[in-house]
């Protein structure tokens, strides 16, 4: 397949060539050159123009020294795979260094990097839809540097956070006004065709009618050209809608010559054409001198020049001409189409490259044929991790045919799984006829989806009994499926809590592995997570972040930051990057990962990627986005009836009212999530989401902050011997964390800073840190106490890697109030100059922990004049710090 992808991209990554008859678009070339901004949106329907406005700023930007790249995007770019493939190549054509040796060439992180202006372009990007790759496309905007910048055309808004960026001032938009052709435009387009010139009045006619839209006015243009044109055709030309532009292709195609216009209709089927391909499908012209001949007329067809600047070698069919062709030759040839996309399958399958030829066999109705090519490459997409790609097809694939291969219908429902969540695969499951097949390795590896599918519901006693039973029936005849239920039952048994039988099949699972014909590069990312956890439940947080590293680089080459579309590894990655406390790095992992996550379905990872999203919007200041990640993560609980996502939503609205001050709402969001069934399972398994989130720890940091501090230690002591006893060295670390708190609640500040002292021994081995910062300001205040005294201890006695790691901690925190900074002060205090009404809800919102931005956007106010409101407000309270006024504001009854 390798001979292929040079022809690949060099149809994707060259732009269209600017032609002498463009109307040059000054204006717009000017402001993307000129711009700043991180994001050149150009967005208007078809036919305005996008592309070689686009492709006209491109050329002004290399005129000007500035690298540039392009990638004209298509609908299989939603596989991410393939996406960051040709990402990694633009990269390389901006100049930039590649890979060395085998290394993963993490392209983005390129960008990042360059110092060098540059512009990436991005054609028909509303093609993507696919989450991850939208994702990723975001975290090249939001790393993109000084000077670089990111050019998207589209015909649709796409899903970039776009107002955050409109806000900051990281955007320029181009839209439909501004690409519309002036009088004066449209008028040098007209002359540039050397056609008849149209009087004042007749141009003014056109003009108006056609409002601008440049394909309207093209095609016009062609029709005026013909001999003979009726002299009132401006006159009758009306309207500039999608049915303008197909009456008037219909009326240009009638007159082209037998042979162009029987061309046209063949090859309309192909996204870009060569002269090899469009031969394949039409044997008997001469498909290279045709498309000089239609590219020499300009009819409808863009090239694509080489790299080298030298002849065009490929093409594409401007989109409203192709949709048209390919419209007609269903009217006109319904029964060719099968006999063009099978002679276009067969052509890409004897390039070796499966992926078009399958899509043209499904498109052209070959569903056999498409089975018989899936029957040779499904496996290899299985286990390279494809799952998107597979579901698509199989997706259109009628189910009768698909029954007709079975092992075919095992890996649909691999991939069902694997995106459409495990309940749309579970009826699938039920209602195909593979787990009473006649053949032996089919039935076998039926059975072995049982477990999987039950673990990803949330029942684990069920999987663990059907796993125990497929186990028995090993091997199966399909590799995949052999590794996949050693994995799927090495995580079943970690969370029934027997470590040592899981590590003993994750060891299995590899050496399955090694001895296969091909690597799974999908199985090996299942062992390096399963494996993962385990090391993270015991408290080994850099081997376990080493082996969620290797699983989410393992099913691609190519990565950036290690975030593409793996959901499964992609989440746990992300804890323990937000564990380490690299917030950013999580929250762009979060924006590829969290979607798949909540797509598939898997309780511990929504809960996970949506309690991670809502703590790091919490730190930021951004209450409103903290609150809607919990409101998502309930309805997606609710909506796919899993009473313990429910419940992780509602224990972590209960964590964050408890950091805001607010007990009573914490307490009540603490009795919501009190389910006695659902918490008495949770103490029997090892959940990989409660680990360190649980109801009875919970309760414990509510009685240490707003009950009763004796109380908690007692809780507390019962759930370290439990922890302890189990191994569950992780939760021992966070349930030290909180006995300490206790302490220094009850007034003993001597066992407090000791015990702190213990747990920064432990945590700085290994680098723990939210688990410490998670619990707010207390355990600020308690781990300043702790550095007071490890300053006055003696020298020889001082731990450097346990001092280093507390600073971190301390810089982490930022600037803490000393505890009597923050009692308030005598009755006295403020001065006698009321507060205001607006002073009022700022002291409220800098209470719920709102940033400065995040409270300007609520109260419609700039950022300088929250500035000024707090100022003010320090002023009137007497107050050192925003903690400060809070506290005496509280204190004298102003805020709550």
Known sequence: MSPSVPRILEAKLNPPSVAHTQVPRVAISDEIAGTAARLVLVRAPAGFGKTTAMAQARQRLDEQGVATAWLTLDRADNDMSRFVSCLGEVVLRLGMEGPRGNAPFDAVAALASQDAPFALFLDEFEVVHEPAVLGLVREIVEHMPRGGRIV?????????????????????????????????????????????????????????????????????????????????????????????????????????????????????????????VCQALIPRGNSAAILEQLAAADLFLTPISSESGGETSAWRYHSLFADFLRAQLAREQPDE???????????????????????????????????????????????????????????????????????????????????????????????????????????????????????????????????????????????????ALLNAMANILSVMGDQHASQRLLDAARSKQGHAKGESTFNRMYTESCEGMLDLQAGRLRQATARFRIAVDSTHAVTYNHSHGNAWAGVLYASVVYEVNQLTKAEHLLNVYLPLARDVGLPDHMILSHVMRSRIAFHSGDIDGALQALTELEYLGHARQLPRVVAGAKLERSRMLLLQGNGPAAHDELQRANDPALWERERRLRLPAHDLDYLALAKARWEIAFGDARLALAM?????????????????????????????????????????????QTASQEGFMRLILDEGPAVGRLLQRCAASLQDAPAERSDPIQAEHLQRLLHAFGPLAAPEAEAPATEGTGSEEPLTRKEIRVLQLLAEGYSNSAMAEK?????????????????????????QAVAIARKLGVIR
């Not at 008028?187 to 540039?192: E, S, V």
């Not at 109260?859 to 903690?883: Q, Y």
């Open 152 to 276: 998207i055309g589209s015909r649709s808004l796409p899903d970039l956070g776009l107002g955050r960026l409109r806000a900051r001032g990281q955007l320029l938009e181009i839209d439909t006004d501004r690409l519309r052709f002036s009088l004066e435009e449209t008028g040098a387009f007209l002359g540039q065709r050397a056609m008849p010139a149209l009087s004042a009045k007749r141009l003014d006619q056109l003009h108006r009618k056609t409002e601008g839209w440049v394909a309207a006015i093209w095609l016009a243009s062609m029709a005026l050209e013909r001999p003979g044109v009726a002299p009132d055709f401006v006159e009758r030309f009306s309207g500039s809608n999608r049915a303008v532009a197909e009456y008037l292709a219909e009326d240009v195609l009638a007159h082209q010559p037998g042979t162009i216009r029987d061309f046209l209709l063949r090859t309309s089927i192909l996204r870009q054409l060569d002269p090899s």
């Open 337 to 483: 189409l099968a006999r063009l996309h099978l002679a276009a399958s067969g052509w890409y399958e004897s390039q070796g490259r499966p992926v078009p030829a399958i899509d043209h066999a499904i498109e052209g109705g070959d569903h056999p044929h498409a089975l018989t090519l899936l029957d040779t490459w499904a496996e290899q997409f299985l286990e390279q991790g494809r799952m998107r790609l597979l579901a698509r097809w199989f997706a259109a694939i009628p189910e009768h045919q698909l029954r007709q291969h079975p092992f075919l219908q095992l890996i649909a429902l691999w991939a069902e799984c694997f995106t459409h969540g495990p309940w749309d695969a579970m009826a699938r499951l039920e209602a195909s006829d593979c787990v009473h097949s006649p053949v032996p390795e089919v039935r076998a590896c039926a059975h072995t989806l049982y477990p999987l599918l039950w673990a990803m519901q949330d029942r684990y006693d069920e999987a663990y009994e059907a796993g125990r039973a497929c186990l028995n029936r090993l091997p199966t005849g399909l590799a995949f499926a052999d590794s």
């Open 716 to 760: 507390l002591d019962a759930e370290l011997h439990a922890a302890t006893t189990a191994a569950r060295a992780r939760r021992v670390l966070k349930l030290k964390v909180l006995h300490a708190l206790a302490q220094q609640r009850a007034g003993d500040q001597a066992t407090a800073v000791a015990e702190i002292g213990a747990v920064l």
């Open 859 to 883: 109260l419609f106010v700039s950022d300088s004049t929250v500035r000024t409101h707090l100022r003010n407000i320090n002023m009137k309270l007497d107050a050192k710090s925003r903690t």
